[in-house]
């Protein structure tokens, strides 16, 4: 049976409005509703599926971040992970880190904890960035299926059919693999408050990036965050003339 390493990311709530800083340095995130991500969420819940199908032994959940990200790895737990990892940075490396550090970081325990699975949301709702299942697959030098809305295991491997732009693909992988989670993979389980007091008792390991050998030196600075400019109001015209005369107006024409 296959052991399941699992990303989770604590990312501000996806009901909370974002706010800029004053200084334009970043978002506020001070006493702001923070949650697992969503796509995370599917992410676990698929690697509880595959324990519960006796195709996994053992899930690990991941988080890379300060100290409040062992709340996303307790969520984790109380939904049916076995244990979990908290690789600790402080909140001002946390701004600057990127899907380059977090996958070398993802490959590096995937090697010491033996997985031959690594579940991760497709993308983080705070950054969209949409990169670290790939770059974790290059990293390790494993296959990889990305955008999953079906996951079956097979004696050969495994039969993903992804999300594409123009609809569905299957495709077939050998073991080990990455796997990112789209949407559509299934519907995340609330987590019981019997199965949260028992996730308080479950072992969380905590590590640091030197600890596994990773550089996480910025490599970007952050020069300024500002609001998307405020859409003007539409205008309803009179005719095709009348647009024509609008839009050269505006300089669009």
Known sequence: MARV????????DYAVKVRVKPDKTGVVTQGVKHSMNPFDEIAVEEAVKLKEKKLASEIIAVSVGPTQSQEVIRTALAMGADRGVHVEVSAAEYDLLQPVHVSKILAKLALDEKADLVI???????DD?????????????????TFCNK???????????????????????KMPAVLSADLRLNT??????????????????????????????????????????????????????????????????
């Open 5 to 12: 390493l699992v990303g989770v990311k604590r990312v501000i």
């Open 188 to 253: 995340p389980r609330y987590a019981t408050l019997p199965n949260i007091m028992k996730a308080k008792k479950k072992p969380l390991k905590k590590v640091t990036p030197k600890d596994l050998g990773v550089d996480t030196t910025p490599r970007i600075e952050i020069i300024s965050v500002e609001d998307p400019p405020v859409r003007q109001a539409g205008a309803a015209v009179a005719d095709v003339d009348a647009l024509v005369a609008k839009l050269k107006e505006g300089g669009h024409i």
């Open 129 to 145: 960035a949409n990169q670290t299942a790939q770059m974790t697959a290059a990293v390790l030098d494993w296959p990889q299926g």
């Open 120 to 126: 991760l949301g497709k993308q983080a709702i705070d």
């Open 151 to 173: 996951v079956e295991k097979t004696d050969a491997g495994l039969t993903i059919v992804r999300e594409i732009d123009g609809g569905l693909e299957t495709i077939k992988t």
